[in-house]
């Protein structure tokens, strides 16, 4: 089992700033894919943006030059930093991850991003 802490979240109002972190703990094995999706209310879940092993990206087109996503192997951990951030933002922000040896993601219990106008 792998166990994702997320942090980060909060408050902010619109054109702000925030940074949220992914620990991630447990039977880690070798880690694939690390990223962030984002249900808000009455919403499904979506991508928001990954990042593998190797460092290849990939952001959701509305977050695309605001949003960046980076990890550090040796921590097993992932970040999003947040800039520019508008009130369709407002969302919880959930941590996943794969490993090589299976597709099927681990998530965490998330974090709440909430941007005010």
């Known amino acids: 089992q792998v166990q994702l802490v997320e942090s980060g979240g909060g408050l902010v109002q619109a054109g702000g700033s925030l940074r949220l972190s992914c620990a991630a703990s447990?039977?880690?094995?070798?880690?694939?894919?690390m990223g962030w999706y984002r249900q808000a209310p009455g919403k499904q879940r979506d991508l928001v943006a990954s990042?593998?092993?190797?460092?290849?990206?990939n952001y959701r087109g509305s977050v695309q030059g605001r949003f960046t996503i980076s990890r550090d192997n040796a921590k097993n951990e992932a970040y999003l930093q947040m800039t520019s951030l508008k009130p369709e933002d407002t969302a919880v922000y959930y941590c996943?991850?794969?490993?090589?040896?299976?597709?099927?993601?681990?998530w965490g219990k998330g974090t709440l991003v909430t941007v005010s106008s």
């Open positions: 447990g039977s880690i094995g070798s880690l694939n894919v």
């Open positions: 990042i593998t092993s190797f460092g290849t990206t």
């Open positions: 996943f991850v794969t490993q090589r040896s299976s597709a099927t993601p681990y």
